[in-house]
């Protein structure tokens, strides 16, 4: 497969995500600050924090209130991480890989960026529930249209190491803020609002149904390890990073436990880690410190992939697969 190719069916996915990412956390915020109180629903700047970008959001807005922060998350166009803008992105990497993708996943796309589109000229947003609804269902429905009809070879390979990649950041950032933000919340401890405010946490990763079956009560310290290390649940860090080990090792050919390049050897690394940490160490070393030493991973991932797979080079073609050390 040509690199353009799998890079644009790469970011393609990423975006798609990305974008999916961004309307579950603003859906779930604005639920939250409906049923907390006032003192405790100033939470519009840690959504900013979220995304990592806020020093854009304070250079273009400053104050972090529900109409700046919609404004730049959903529709700002100056903004390369918004919905529109990631969506729009998407849409212009599929353009490029026309004949390599299912007609079905073009259209699902098409209709995806006109409900977008639609929205912005809007004056005011009447329901913002059901419209950030609908962009996780478009998100979801391009996810299931593509396993359905696109060959699951190389290029659908690229798109689901992509789009893992970009979720297990987004969970990683998600939970690293959240808790942070919601841990010190004593006041809360024990009272129906302590309940809402992690419930909250959870919805925002679409986690509450799941985590509610395995562990029933709300615990701080089992939401970490539902989120972080379950290797079940498909937006836990954990599944993530197992899965886009799966696509790697069928993109590069090369045996469980091996590598042939730097992404391979980075990821495998990484999911080793993953593979035997327990909540115990993760705490002991500290976890605002492991999730930004996992997200720093993560990003030099996504540029060892870039540079190994997309990025012209010169490459030694007895290049053999080594073991992981």
């Known amino acids: 497969m040509l690199s353009r190719v799998a890079n644009s069916i790469y970011w393609l996915n990423r975006y798609i995500e990305r974008a999916e990412n961004v309307a579950r956390f603003i859906d779930a915020n604005y639920d939250m600050?409906?049923?907390?109180?006032?003192?405790?629903?100033?939470?519009?700047?840690?959504?900013?924090?979220?995304?990592?970008?806020?020093?854009?959001?304070?250079?273009?807005y400053?104050?972090?209130?529900?109409?700046?922060?919609?404004?730049f998350l959903v529709f700002d166009r100056d903004n390369p991480n918004s919905i529109h803008s990631c969506v729009r992105a998407a849409r212009e990497n599929a353009?490029?890989?026309?004949?390599?993708?299912?007609?079905?996943m073009w259209e699902q796309l098409n209709t995806f960026y006109l409900m977008i589109n639609t929205?912005?000229?809007?004056?005011?947003?009447?329901?913002?529930?059901?419209?950030?609804?609908?962009?996780?269902?478009?998100?979801?429905?391009?996810?299931?249209?593509?396993?359905s009809t696109m060959n699951h070879g190389e290029g659908w390979h690229f798109g689901r190491m992509g789009r893992m990649l970009e979720r297990a950041d987004k969970t990683s950032r998600l939970l690293d803020v959240k808790y942070f933000i919601l841990l010190p919340s004593v006041d809360y401890i024990g009272s129906p609002y302590d309940n809402i405010l992690w419930g909250a946490l959870l919805r925002s990763a679409s986690a509450f149904e799941m985590y509610r079956k395995?562990?029933?009560?709300?615990?701080?310290?089992?939401?970490?390890?539902?989120?972080?290390?379950?290797?079940n649940f498909p937006r836990a860090v954990h599944y993530c990073i197992v899965t886009a080990m799966i696509s790697m090792n069928?993109?590069?050919?090369?045996?469980?436990?091996?590598f042939a390049n730097k992404a391979e050897q980075s990821l495998g690394r990484l999911l080793s880690e993953f593979n035997f940490a327990?909540?115990?160490?993760?705490?002991?070393?500290?976890?605002h410190e492991y999730l930004d030493s996992t997200q720093t991973r993560i990003n030099a991932l996504g540029a060892a992939v870039q540079t190994e797979f997309f990025s012209p080079q010169d490459i030694d073609s007895t290049t053999e697969s080594r073991t992981l050390e």
């Open 33 to 60: 600050t409906l049923d907390i109180p006032d003192s405790a629903s100033d939470q519009w700047q840690p959504l900013i924090n979220t995304t990592g970008d806020h020093e854009l959001f304070a250079k273009l």
């Open 62 to 71: 400053g104050e972090a209130n529900r109409e700046n922060a919609i404004e």
């Open 95 to 104: 353009r490029s890989v026309r004949e390599y993708i299912s007609s079905e």
């Open 119 to 147: 929205a912005a000229k809007e004056e005011s947003m009447d329901l913002p529930h059901q419209f950030f609804v609908d962009i996780m269902t478009a998100s979801h429905a391009f996810i299931g249209i593509t396993d």
């Open 214 to 231: 395995r562990h029933g009560r709300i615990d701080p310290k089992k939401i970490v390890d539902f989120l972080l290390l379950d290797a």
């Open 250 to 258: 069928n993109i590069t050919g090369s045996p469980r436990g091996t």
């Open 278 to 287: 327990s909540l115990e160490d993760i705490f002991e070393h500290g976890l």
